[in-house]
């Protein structure tokens, strides 16, 4: 489990293809990683992975051809750079919301507009995932923790604060980034508990539709 509030900017070293899937390597800058250890979990722009490497300055990743198919780590190439978290410890401040690194779905950016001194993001989202997105809630977007400022047909807006402009790669958005999205567990979960009533007109119950 992860909390969408970004510890840290890597920066892709390389990208290594291997039989359909890759290795990812990452440089962490000046990323304290005394405290990580082979197998432990990480968040790589809101995907949880594996740590298969690492020395005092890169964690190395395999990424599945599941996650390359679901997520954009599939577009990142040498220099990316990328949001990174290390996974929520017990007794750890719980300071964004509850995130699995499980990916939902691809967003992208529609439209970005300045208010006072933010900056106001218009992310186009998938049909299916359109029902999770409600006005106040939490979404994580390339594992940041934000919330929901308006929705509208096939779309939400976030407010990104100057802090976390500075904090995270969404400086380096634009209109037509493909982002990463997961939403509320709690409105998955609710789903999963109260089946058939999620239904859409086609009779598809959302209930079925997995996850990364």
Not at 41 to 47: E, L, P, Y
Not at 153 to 178: A, C, L, R
């Amino acid at each position: 489990m992860f909390t969408g509030i970004i510890a840290a900017i890597g920066q892709v070293d390389s990208v290594q293809p291997s039989e359909g899937d890759l290795r990812l390597n990452i440089a962490t800058q000046k990323w304290d990683l005394s405290d990580v250890k082979l197998g432990d979990s990480i968040a790589v722009n809101g995907v949880c992975l594996t740590v298969v490497e690492m020395t005092s300055s890169q964690l190395s990743f395999d990424v599945s051809k599941e996650s390359l198919d679901r997520t954009s780590l599939g577009l990142a190439i040498a220099g990316s750079k990328v949001n990174l978290e290390k996974a929520l410890a017990v007794g750890d401040r719980l300071g964004g919301h509850m995130v699995s690194g499980h990916v939902d779905g691809l967003g992208k950016v529609l439209q970005m507009e300045t208010s006072a001194r933010s900056v106001c993001f218009r992310i186009e989202v998938p049909p299916v995932l359109e029902r999770y997105i409600a006005e106040k809630g939490s979404v994580c977007i390339d594992g940041v923790s934000l919330t929901v400022n308006n929705i509208g047909q096939g779309w939400f807006e976030v407010n990104i604060i100057p802090h976390t402009m500075q904090e995270t790669i969404i400086s380096d958005y634009k209109v037509g980034t493909q982002v990463n999205l997961e939403v509320d567990l709690i409105a998955r979960y609710l789903e999963r508990l109260l089946p058939g009533k999620f239904a859409d007109d086609e009779g598809t119950n959302f209930a079925d539709y997995g996850t990364l």
